[in-house]
């Protein structure tokens, strides 16, 4: 089975760079017949739809990719950007709400304005956006083909403890606009409107780096696949939830983090107790993964 989204028209919040920019390159790749891009500096913008062109000159000649610079975060900028969209397309097939933002800082020193710019961009823009997107959508949406929204949530909307370096309002927004998500799945199913959830894990973007320099180790040495999310792994995703071969799966939250969501790997092992130690030779007992208990004999520094 080849997925594709033949003929489809794509729009993208936040599709300059990171994770929207893969969405975008995916769907470009895949047969997309028009791939919208926005993101709020006009530059980013244009600097993205040159690469788009060029992945399209190779894979997709016909596709035709447009950037509009603008501000998702309120009603003003999202009424801009769909307008500029809905003057040259009479419907959209599927809307990425990516676009996001996080902040840090520690609790008795978290401001009110970052609280306010995180939700306003990751919950109230998400849902202004799909607001905007409506009629087009329900033009697209048909009994074979229901058009899409995937909205792009985290692990931290799931797990609270994925919250890493203060991010209340990040953590919250996730969890909040996952919830909003489901709610849309039930309203906008019967009307041939599928939304489901992506809940990435840790990938390498402009906006984890920070977090990854500090504890980028730890969480690679915790998830269970040991290594952090690929361009590869969002991509064949969306290009699934993108396809009409997952037309009957609505209001589902995809969790894309190698497993973490549901707890770390097994530490190597660790020794719970010394049966024996004379001079630097050591029987000891060592539970290697919960449940398998061994015993072994070793000598200081090194295993047998
Ligand atoms: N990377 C991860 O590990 C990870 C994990 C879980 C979830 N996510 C989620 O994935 C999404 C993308 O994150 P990313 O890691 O790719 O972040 P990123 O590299 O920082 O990209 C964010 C994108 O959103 C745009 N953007 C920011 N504010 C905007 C606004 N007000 N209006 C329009 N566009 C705006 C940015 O462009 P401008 O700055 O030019 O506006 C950029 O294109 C976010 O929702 C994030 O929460 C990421």
Redesign the pocket.
């Known amino acids: 089975m080849k997925l594709n989204v033949n003929g489809k028209v794509a729009v993208i919040?936040?599709?300059?760079?990171?994770?929207?920019?893969?969405c975008a390159e995916v769907l470009v790749k895949n047969g997309a017949k028009s791939v919208y891009?926005?993101?709020?500096?006009q530059q980013?913008?244009n600097e993205?739809v040159e690469f788009l062109k060029g992945v399209a000159k190779q894979y997709n000649p016909s596709c035709k990719v447009v950037g509009i610079?603008?501000?998702?975060?309120n009603g003003e900028?999202v009424k801009k950007f769909a307008q500029q969209v809905a003057s040259q397309e009479d419907k959209v097939d599927i809307l990425i709400a990516?676009?996001?933002?996080?902040w840090g800082a520690p609790l008795m020193k978290h401001p009110e304005s970052a609280f306010d710019k995180v939700m306003?961009?990751?919950v109230k823009?998400v849902f202004l956006t799909i607001q905007a997107f409506y009629p087009l959508l329900k033009k697209a949406g048909t009994v074979d083909y229901s058009s899409r929204v995937l909205i792009?949530?985290?692990?931290?909307g799931i797990k609270p403890d994925a919250m890493d370096g203060g991010t209340y309002g990040?953590t919250a927004s996730?969890a909040g606009v996952m919830h909003l998500g489901k709610c849309l799945a039930l309203e906008l199913g019967p009307q041939n409107i599928n939304v489901n959830l992506?809940?990435?894990?840790?990938?390498?973007?402009?906006?984890?780096n920070g977090l990854?320099e500090k504890i980028g180790d730890t969480f690679v040495q915790n998830n269970p696949k040991k290594r952090?999310?690929r361009q590869e792994d969002i991509e064949s995703v969306v290009l699934f939830f993108c396809a009409k071969e997952s037309d009957y799966i609505n209001g589902a939250v995809i969790p894309i983090d190698g497993g973490a969501h549901v707890g770390d790997a097994p530490k190597s092992s660790k020794t719970v107790a010394i049966i024996l130690s004379i001079n630097d030779l050591v029987i000891s007992v060592d539970v290697c993964s919960p449940g398998n208990v061994v015993v072994r004999l070793w000598r200081r520094g090194r295993h047998w």
């Not at 891009?37 to 500096?41: A, P």
């Not at 990516?98 to 996080?102: L, P, Q």
């Not at 792009?152 to 931290?156: D, L, N, P, V, W």
Request: proline share 4%; aromatic share 6%; no cysteine.
């Open positions: 919040t936040g599709g300059s760079r990171g994770l929207g920019l893969n891009i926005t993101s709020r500096k980013a913008v993205s610079a603008s501000d998702v975060s900028g990516n676009a996001g933002a996080s306003d961009l990751n823009g792009m949530g985290s692990i931290t990040y996730k992506l809940a990435p894990g840790f990938f390498p973007t402009k906006m984890s990854l952090l999310g």
